[in-house]
């Protein structure tokens, strides 16, 4: 690769590091290139899949002031920069791996962080954020409806009581 091109890759990988909210580390040996369009379609428009030199990627990532990389950039190495929900992408990739032995998730940056394989794998059973936004939505209505239910519940006592006193007094009048 010329210097300019090599220059030129490198700016492009600072910018996917910064610019996204996660990357997954995948080793891709034996995939076909039929096989990578498949993993890139299942990926969606959320990730960008870039295979990578690793020399080039381990430049780019310190640039982007992501360190401890250098271990994981070993053989054949592609990054899914996320753009969005990592959970979703994470899923993708686990789902793409069970039927295809020849991808192997390395590792993940998370908000700067190196997370290890095992932690990608969790990050994958989570729900999506929109169905943990949806959740905690929930949660919140059902405890605002049984805050307002108790708050209730003393004010119409006190009026039931008042209307006693009041009908208590017409009949003895």
Do not use: H
Not at 39 to 66: C, F, H, P, Q, S
């Amino acid at each position: 690769m010329a210097r300019p091109n090599k220059s030129e890759a490198i700016a492009e990988l600072v910018d996917l590091f910064r610019e996204s909210s996660g990357a997954l580390l995948t080793e891709y040996r034996g995939l076909t290139v039929e096989q990578l369009k498949d993993l890139r379609r299942a990926m969606g428009d959320n990730a960008e899949y870039k295979v990578a030199k690793n020399t080039l990627a381990k430049i780019a990532a310190k640039e982007a002031g992501v360190e401890g990389l250098d271990d994981e950039l070993v053989g054949p190495t592609a990054i899914a920069f996320v753009k969005g929900d990592v959970a979703t992408v994470a899923k993708s990739l686990r789902d793409f791996a069970k039927g295809n032995d020849k991808l192997v998730i390395k590792s993940g940056v998370l908000e700067g962080a190196i997370i290890p394989a095992d932690d990608v794998a969790k990050l994958a059973d989570l729900e999506s954020r929109e169905v943990l936004l949806a959740k905690a939505a929930g949660a919140l209505k059902a405890s605002l409806f049984k805050a307002a239910y108790v708050l209730q519940a003393p004010v119409t006592k006190t009026v039931r009581t008042v209307d006693a006193l009041r009908e208590k007094q017409e009949n003895a009048a």
